[in-house]
């Protein structure tokens, strides 16, 4: 059983400055896909940023590449999720998922999560 532990997310201005952390353990953080994903209210939830397994290749949803940045830290099994010149359309549950397939293609339905962090961006 893959545990995902989410910390950070809270409510900020537009144009600021948030990060997410999510914690799991070695062996899932060296062998799964590892990503972040949100779920705005009455939206289904969608692909963020993640990293390949392995953490090879990193990927981004065109809505917010040059604004967030993902990364790990691979001493404390975590991935860190930067982002930056936040919008009020960024306003959703943001999820930590993993699988053992292509990051990109992680469903609600299927994979690993975590219990989500709400992150809200005032106007």
């Known amino acids: 059983q893959v545990q995902l532990e989410e910390s950070g997310g809270g409510l900020v201005q537009a144009g600021g400055s948030l990060t997410l952390s999510c914690t799991t353990s070695g062996r899932a953080f060296s062998s799964y896909a590892m990503g972040w994903f949100r779920q705005a209210p009455g939206k289904e939830r969608e692909f963020v940023a993640g990293?390949?397994?392995?953490?090879?290749?990193?990927y981004y949803s065109g809505s917010v590449k040059g604004r967030f940045v993902i990364s790990r830290q691979n001493a404390k099994n975590t991935v860190v999720l930067q982002m930056n010149s936040l919008k009020p359309e960024d306003t959703a549950v943001y999820y930590c998922g993993a699988d053992n397939i292509d990051v990109r293609r992680i469903t609600q339905d299927m994979g690993y999560w975590g219990k989500g962090t709400r992150v809200t961006v005032s106007s």
């Open positions: 990293f390949s397994c392995g953490g090879h290749s990193t």
